[in-house]
């Protein structure tokens, strides 16, 4: 326990300190923690640390999961819907496909069977990537809204695929299109009932609550639970957190006072960073453990392979975006009748460069069978990881990094859209609690009057900032404290229920909802 104490607050000295230099570099952090641990792990001395594909999977992806479905925006989701089903369905039936074909051809040794293991190993984007860089870099919130959405779902359509190329080659047996329609239908529904089911019981649960840390420890729990129920009945257990996400993200407003809500979002944000700033540092240690498990094979050897693979993995989803996205507006546009604009060329080639791979890649490799039920050991386990390595590093890495000066030399910059939202919400949230103090005051004694000018002077100066409206400058005028108190909080009760309202009705997205409810939150905190 003690070395295990000791390795862990080694890790996190590693992130803070690489986190400290990227936001002095100004790059996303993820890809200064990935070649930190790359350049750590060739230093002598340096703690050997293996990366446990069941402390991956079961302890550190359900809350980075949970997290990034919680801020993703339901909306634009449901709006994107077809599009997130032709990348997490599509794309990654065609990744696996062209890399089953390819493999035979790169590497000596490998057949059909090895290839559509690597090719689900690599297929799915990341979902913790996506979202650590995208908010990084400046991409379009178009852009942006379609990787988050893929990167979410598509894990269940790999899994399920390495699950069959697991079965090839261990038990000899070819799945039929009717198991593998029928077993992702399972995966799919069943996982979304179940975490549909573990968000309902715990907005229930929280109805009756109203205590900071034990709501902080209900929704640390509620992704555990999500992901430990739809596994124990073979289900997606990734998609059950997604689902859960979504729901309890969506009821945030009404299950949490404004006080539990700043505790929540504060405690998470530093659960996130922290197991975000430990999965990508791992990842750079992994090199030389991969690497000496490799000995039989040249360093340059294996680089040059590892770059080959990774350009091919890369060149699959760039070539796929162009037809797909086509496809995609079509039946939006036709059927959906959306009146959705067609992606330019531009966007494509960014979001064909912005398929990120990250720990789930490695970690799905590295959970292979070391040895088949004969005894043999399984066919080029070893170099699957490996490989799996290289897709993570390079797209990590070099897509990362080239992202930015891309998005600039397209002449693309994240749209204006959801700020004009959030400007046009905060000017019909104000203008709904100016209507209420002018009604409330109607009602109330006169000895109150100087409590409601004060308070009208304040949303109007508010509102001018808003409009563009001169600010004035008014004079301070002694307060009847406890009345202007619950007045205030009165007010930012209004507030709250315009916003859900504007939310309800399509009119602003999630993020701008949680955006403006922290305003909100914050003033009344100030408010006490």
Known sequence: MDSAGGVFLILLLFVVAFALLARKLETPYPIVLVIAGLVLSLIPGTPRIELNPELVFSVVLPPLLYAAAWVTSWREFRHNIVSIVSLACGLVTFTIVGVALAAQWLFPGFDWRIGVILGAVVAPTDAIAAAAIASQVGLPRRIVDLLEGE???????????????????????????????????????VGLG??????????????????????????????????????????????????????LSRRSAELFSPSVRLQVYAVWSAVVFILNGVVFVLIGLQMSSIVRNLADMSLIRLVAEGALFSALVIALRV????????????????FLHQTERRPSGRELLVFGWSGMRGVVALAAAMALPVALPNGAPFPHRSLIVFLAFSVVVWTLVVQGLSLAPLIRALGLAGGSGAKCEEQEASRIVIRAALAHLEDTRGHDRAEYGGVYDDLAQHYRERLDALTGAPEGAPETRPLQYHKHRALSHELLGVQRRALVRLRRDGRINDQVLRDLERDLDLQEARVG
Request: charged share 10%; hydrophobic share 60%; glycine share 10%.
């Open 151 to 189: 990167s979410l779902v598509n894990d269940a359509t790999g899994l399920l695929a390495l699950e069959f190329g697991i079965a090839l080659v261990v038990g000899g047996m070819t799945p039929t299109v009717e198991t593998g329609l029928l077993r992702f239908a399972y995966l799919v529904a």
């Open 194 to 247: 179940a975490g549909a089911a573990v968000a309902l019981a715990a907005a229930w649960i929280e109805r009756w609550i109203d205590d900071g840390p034990i709501e902080i420890a209900i929704s640390l729990m509620v992704p555990y639970a999500a992901y430990t129920g739809a596994n124990a009945i073979h289900a997606s257990g990734v998609l059950a957190v997604v689902a859960c996400g979504l729901i």
């Open 319 to 334: 070539v796929w975006v162009f037809p797909g996205a086509r496809v995609s507006y079509f039946i939006r546009h036709r």
